[in-house]
């Protein structure tokens, strides 16, 4: 069984959720667990990030759970965290769709917002050449 840990939550943190759609989606996530939160699925959850699906997502979604804007704000052991993470994604991305090259693609729309940086692997078809 997986364990799921949950987010204490900080002065302020709920202003900032009104805030950030990101962050309304991770912990939304956290609070119902390893089923996750309708309409997303928690695929793989740890204290620093996780990685997400959905119907409504092409592929995997890797959010850090630190509200950042990008991995240069993140300490070294946590943009670690984030690559490893990616790193896992692409391999079920590859895995679940195995005629295609995965890519990672930076999204600023829903469910991403733009102060929150998140990272989303989707297959695609390789080029013929």
């Known amino acids: 069984m997986e364990h799921v840990p949950t987010r204490s939550r900080t002065p302020g943190q709920r202003a900032l959720e009104r805030e950030c759609r990101t962050c309304v989606v991770t912990q939304l996530v956290a609070d119902h667990g390893a089923l996750g939160a309708p309409p997303f699925l928690a695929e793989d959850v740890e204290d620093d990030i996780m990685t997400i699906s959905g ?45 295609s090259v995965p890519r990672v693609v930076v999204p600023t729309g829903p469910p991403a917002s733009e102060a929150h940086v998140c990272f989303q692997v989707v297959p695609s078809v390789p080029e013929a050449g």
Do not use: F, M, S
């Open 55 to 99: 119907p409504a997502l092409d592929g995997l979604l890797v959010i850090p759970r630190q509200h950042v804007a990008g991995l240069e704000e993140l300490a070294p052991r946590h943009r670690a965290h984030v690559l490893a993470a990616l790193r896992r994604a692409l391999q079920k991305v590859q895995e679940r769709n195995p005629e």
